[in-house]
Each structure stands twice: as C-alpha cells, then as structure tokens.
C-alpha cells in the first residue's frame, strides 16, 4: 500500500511563497508518476504539476506559467512543490497524488492520494 502525508500549507500574502512537501511510503515509486492537483469547494479537483519519480520527465498546467515547481528527494522519499508569486485564486487544498504507470492529468488516473493541505493566499 502507498501512503502519502502532504504538509507545508498555510497563509501567505499575495506574491508570497510557500513550499508543500509530500512524503511517500510503502512502495518502491520508481515506476510511478506523482503529482499535486488543487481544489476548491464546490469545485472540481484539478491537476497542477506531475513528474515521473524517476524525475526524467514533469509537466504542468498550463495555469501555473512558471510560478510553480514539481521536485522530489529520493532520499527522503519527499515529493515537493514549490509555489511563487502566489495569487488569491491559488487559494485551495492542495493534495498530492500517484499513479502506478504511465502519465495522467486527471484525477481519475491517479489511485493513491494523499489529505490535502490548506494554501490561502490573502489579498
């Protein structure tokens, strides 16, 4: 079984930074793509960044324009996201998430997820 324990959420100002972690256990991830997706009450979940944990690969949507970061540390088992130049739409819980193969953008894709940490981002 795989868990995943996201933290590092909180409240920031807008154009400030915040860095989620996601620390991963229970498998090998070498195969496995991870990823965070956002959502917002009353909502749909949707994706953010993704990398294959092999770490030769990341992509992400097409809303982020640079402000955010996918990395790991695969000697922490750690998955990272790193978030700049926040604005108040940023505002949601973030969950972490992995797939066993292949890529996925969705999160139907995705069979293991973490619960999520709270970003706002104040105005």
């Known amino acids: 079984q795989v868990q995943l324990v996201e933290s590092g959420g909180g409240l920031v100002q807008t154009g400030g930074s915040l860095r989620l972690s996601c620390a991963t256990s229970g498998r090998t991830f070498s195969t496995y793509t991870t990823g965070w997706f956002r959502q917002v009450p009353g909502k749909e979940r949707e994706f953010v960044a993704a990398m294959r944990w092999s770490g030769d690969y990341t992509y992400y949507a097409d809303f982020v324009k640079g402000r955010f970061t996918i990395s790991r540390d695969n000697a922490k088992n750690t998955l990272y996201l790193q978030l700049n130049s926040l604005k108040p739409e940023d505002t949601a819980v973030y969950y972490c998430?992995?797939?066993?193969?292949?890529?996925?953008?969705?999160?139907?894709?995705?069979?293991?997820w973490g619960r999520g940490t709270q970003v706002t981002v104040s105005s």
């Open positions: 998430a992995a797939k066993r193969y292949g890529l996925g953008s969705t999160p139907s894709e995705f069979n293991y």
